[in-house]
């Protein structure tokens, strides 16, 4: 592990799309590191398609930036319900790992969503490992009642939020994520 200088020498921003290939990077790396060289490519390869097929509207990126290095990203994008609401996604997100476990994630979700509000953004969803995003607001959500496109292997991951004063328990029914996401493999 690489000596973490001081946490606040961390900064936050918006992703502005100079970045692309260290953003692609950053996600290979990670996942190549956690889950084997197959899903690191499979994820930066899914990254790629966000960042260049998903329509500006629909998609928001936030980078966690430690002098001029990304050292994590988290990707958002937008969920259609037959219901009128502003939903999105996050999926994937990335903390360098040899960054990781000191709450850089944690800081960089926090940061994401305060803008999301900011956009009058109502629920965040995410498919992912309960301890760790339950640490930023996210609570199960039945997959039942607000099913992915797809079935998932591990149902406890499936986690949301409300950003506003609407009540996650009054959706329900299936959404449509952006066509880069709407692969049956990422689920």
């Not at 692309?20 to 190549?32: G, R």
């Not at 999926?91 to 305060?114: H, N, T």
């Not at 499936?158 to 880069?180: T, Y």
Request: charged letters at 25%; one cysteine or more.
């Amino acid at each position: 592990m690489k000596d973490m200088q001081n946490p606040n020498d961390i900064e936050f921003a918006k992703f502005n799309g100079d970045q692309n290939s260290e953003v692609i990077s950053l996600f290979q790396k990670t996942f190549s590191d956690s889950e084997g060289d197959k899903e690191g490519l499979i994820i930066s390869d899914l990254v790629s398609k966000l960042l260049s097929e998903t329509a500006e509207a629909d998609i928001h990126v936030f980078i966690a930036m430690l002098g001029n290095r990304i050292v994590g990203c988290s990707i958002f994008s937008t969920m259609t319900f037959n219901h009128p609401v502003k939903a999105f996604i996050l999926s994937p997100m990335a903390v360098d790992s040899d960054y990781q476990g000191r709450g850089i994630g944690k800081a960089l979700i926090q940061f994401s969503i305060e803008n999301l509000k900011n956009k009058n953004v109502d629920f965040v969803f995410t498919y992912g490992d309960t301890n760790f995003y339950s640490k930023s607001g996210f609570k199960n959500v039945s997959d039942k009642k607000i099913p992915p496109p797809f079935p998932l292997e591990y149902p406890e991951g499936w986690l949301g939020q409300s950003l506003g004063n609407k009540n996650i328990d009054d959706l329900e029914g299936q959404f449509q994520c952006v066509e880069p996401l709407n692969r049956e493999d990422l689920w």
